[in-house]
């Protein structure tokens, strides 16, 4: 009997989700909270507290984040997270963040409807720009390349298991549980002794540059739960006495519709790791390498409410600059005066995106109409679609809440280009354009209707 794709990935992200918890233990805390926050959810708002995606998915909903050193990493990864059905979705340029963190990063997840509902684990995966002169001078990117160059993440044996998984759709056991644990064991922490100096110098540039180029392995340093209110978990992680940070990232809580993502995070935690001293010694320190974060799913905006969005974005940081006070007391007034509250209202701007099907017994349609107006009078009914990617401003405070220096990058200089369809020969895949899928999933919806009805709908 063959395991299917979809199997391997939930048994792949449970085992990351087994194993993070027995390294991170406030992370087992966190899906507790969430899992408590998300009952109780849905036992106030019944049936809408599933608008966005049904309890099953909610409750098993995951998304980590690792980062790896070279493009040879990175088509490793692509080639290991294909056989779990998780393709290459979305291109994220981190290095021009108010942060400046020196990698360029892009999510594997499922980009069916279907595959997410069956299990929707996601990746954020960065890659560190090596050869970026504004990070690093000659002399580090040269020992950097030699550095990653002599390691190797992804052994040949896992790399076989995963191609034959991706070709079949599938393994059969005793394969596929070799799979699952050879995946899982690549981003367990390693406690092989870090170089001291070599990590340190690194740092000094950048701890996400340490992170990733300063030690033999890599890790995942993150797994993010989904809860259906980030309010009340943030409210009820304070009240165990773990300190968040001070926001919640993304859009405001507000009168409307959850658009898009807003997560939380808790800092970095001091663990315990051999260091490899100067004189060959090995001796203890710590790092802060791993966080936790909550996260919770709105709908995907198409490209002009995600204009709308950052557009809101840049008002925000203006009020906050002239007026001062609160950021989610001036992000809530924007929002009320911009974005319609109601889903309806999306739908009719273009704002954001939406499955349409036929309301129960109707049959026939009347021509020439638009969607959002078949909704409202009754002869369609929409879903939201759930946004299913991240947000670059908020990741990078995700990466900034776990740097312990500021670093540094030289502006004078140019960095290194990447645009999405480099990153994509580097996967050896193409990365998928969110705005393609999303709007693909809608059309579908829209054909479906046209197929059974003979009547178009714009
Ligand atoms: C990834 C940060 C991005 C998110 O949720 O936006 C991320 C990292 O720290 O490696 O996970
Ligand atoms: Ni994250």
Not at 42 to 56: K, P, T, Y
Not at 186 to 193: A, G, K
Not at 398 to 403: D, E, P, T
Not at 405 to 432: F, M, N, P, W
Request: proline share 5%; net charge negative.
């Amino acid at each position: 009997m063959t395991v299917a794709q979809h199997e391997l990935r939930a048994a792949f992200a449970a085992h990351m989700s087994r194993m993070y918890g027995q390294e991170v233990p406030a992370y087992t805390t966190l899906v507790e909270v969430s899992e408590g926050v998300n009952r109780d959810h849905l036992a106030q708002l019944g049936e809408a507290a599933e608008r966005l995606g049904s309890i099953e998915r909610v409750t098993a909903e995951r998304h980590g984040a690792i980062r790896v050193g070279t493009p040879q990493e990175l088509g490793h990864v692509a080639r290991v997270f294909a056989a779990f059905g998780m393709h290459p979705v979305g291109f994220y340029d981190l290095r021009d963040s108010a942060s400046a963190v020196p990698v360029v990063s892009t999510a594997f997840r499922p980009i069916d409807r279907q595959e997410l509902a069956r299990n929707p684990f996601r990746v954020f995966t960065s890659m560190l720009v090596a050869e970026d002169p504004r990070f690093f001078d000659a002399d580090l990117r040269r020992e950097l390349a030699d550095f990653l160059g002599a390691r190797r993440l992804f052994d040949d044996e896992l790399l076989a298991l995963a191609d034959r998984a991706a070709a079949e759709g599938g393994l059969p056991e005793p394969e596929a549980t070799e799979l699952v644990d050879r995946a899982t064991a690549v981003f367990e922490l390693s406690d092989e002794p870090i170089d001291e100096q070599w990590y340190r110098r690194l740092e000094e540039i950048s701890s996400v540059a340490a992170d990733i180029g300063g030690v033999p392995t890599t890790h995942i340093n993150h797994l993010t739960p989904r809860v259906l209110d980030i309010e009340e978990l943030y409210r009820r992680m304070e009240e165990r006495g773990i300190e968040m940070i001070d926001e919640i990232q993304g859009p405001p809580s507000w009168e409307g519709p959850d658009v898009l993502l807003r997560q939380t995070s808790f800092r970095a935690l001091d663990e315990v790791r051999a260091f490899r001293k100067p004189d060959g010694s090995i001796g203890e320190g710590t790092l802060r390498v791993r966080f936790g974060e909550v996260e919770q799913r709105g709908i995907a905006l198409t490209q002009q409410g995600r204009d709308l969005y950052d557009r809101m974005l840049g008002e925000v940081d203006e009020r906050l600059a002239a007026e001062g006070g609160q950021r989610a007391e001036h992000a809530r007034r924007v929002w009320a005066q911009h974005l319609p509250t109601t889903e309806q209202g999306l739908a009719e701007q273009e704002l954001a995106y939406f499955t349409y099907e036929l309301a129960e017994g109707v049959t026939e349609l009347p021509a020439d109409h638009r969607a959002h107006e078949l909704v409202a009078s009754g002869h369609l009914v929409a879903t939201p679609v759930v946004y299913e990617d991240f947000l670059p401003r908020s990741a990078a405070g995700i990466f900034q809440s776990n740097l312990t220096t500021a670093g540094s990058k030289d502006e004078e200089q140019a960095g290194t280009a990447y645009d999405l369809a480099r990153l994509s020969e580097i996967c050896g895949v193409e990365i998928h354009d969110p705005y393609a899928l999303y709007a693909a999933e809608q059309q579908a919806s829209l054909d479906a209707i046209a197929r059974t009805t003979g009547v178009t709908v714009r």
